[in-house]
T-cell receptor, first 114, second 113 residues
Framework: GIQVEQSPPDLILQEGANSTLRCNFSDSVNNLQWFHQNPWGQLINLFYIPSGTKQNGRLSATTVATERYSLLYISSSQTTDSGVYFCAVETPRRSGGGADGLTFGKGTHLIIQP | KAGVTQTPRYLIKTRGQQVTLSCSPISGHRSVSWYQQTPGQGLQFLFEYFSETQRNKGNFPGRFSGRQFSNSRSEMNVSTLELGDSALYLC????????????FGPGTRLTVL
């Protein structure tokens, strides 16, 4: 199956710093999403971005599908940004409509210190 | 619009028992997927339902099963629980069966003793 690799696995920053998280995937994808998992386990959808660039406040994401990677940018980090950031991809569905679900990377554990 | 809800939020069971978890999707969403999250294996796809039909199943043993009702609510069942089934079980809903943004519930944390 498809491989999804995220880097770095851990990142510790001071409040106010900027960061770039990377997601590499090994095959063509229909769908790529970025999620933030808070300390209580809730996964929050950040971006649905199979290609191109999107921005939402201090966060932005870019996916270059032809080169099989996506980047998540966090600017002016706040302590509430702490948590685990996951990249998840969905491979092209099988004929007949079968769904393979999302394949997640191992995540980047981000700690923002005050 | 209310988000995805899951019940119960926490559950403690013993080996050999069975458990049923419930998921109510966002109103209007017809696709429900289930995922298991463990420290060792990370987030893994269990199965997806659309219009009461299981569309596909991940690589889990037959002890894991699910179903979807006509109102799109879904349940998953794990029979003959093992210690390794201890995990956070997450449910996600999306509007259609095709590629779409997935919205996750808060999860059910299952502990098997």
């Amino acid at each position: 199956g498809i491989q999804v690799e995220q880097s770095p696995p851990d990142l510790i920053l001071q409040e106010g710093a900027n960061s770039t998280l990377r997601c590499n995937f090994s095959d063509s994808v229909n769908n790529l999403q970025w999620f933030h998992q808070n300390p209580w386990g809730q996964l929050i959808n950040l971006f649905y971005i199979p290609s191109g660039t999107k921005q939402n406040g201090r966060l932005s994401a870019t996916t270059v599908a032809t080169e099989r990677y996506s980047l998540l940018y966090i600017s002016s980090s706040q302590t509430t940004d702490s948590g685990v950031y996951f990249c998840a991809v969905e491979t092209p569905r099988r004929s007949g409509g079968g769904a393979d679900g999302l394949t997640f990377g191992k995540g980047t554990h981000l700690i923002i210190q005050p | 619009k209310a988000g995805v809800t899951q019940t119960p939020r926490y559950l403690i069971k013993t080996r050999g028992q069975q458990v049923t978890l419930s998921c109510s999707p966002i109103s209007g969403h017809r696709s429900v997927s289930w995922y298991q999250q463990t420290p060792g294996q990370g987030l893994q796809f269990l199965f997806e339902y659309f219009s009461e039909t299981q569309r596909n199943k991940g690589n889990f043993p037959g002890r894991f099963s699910g179903r979807q009702f006509s109102n799109s609510r879904s349940e998953m069942n794990v029979s003959t629980l093992e210690l390794g089934d201890s995990a956070l079980y997450l449910c996600a809903s999306s509007l259609t069966v095709f590629t779409d943004t997935q919205y996750f519930g808060p999860g059910t944390r299952l502990t098997v003793l």
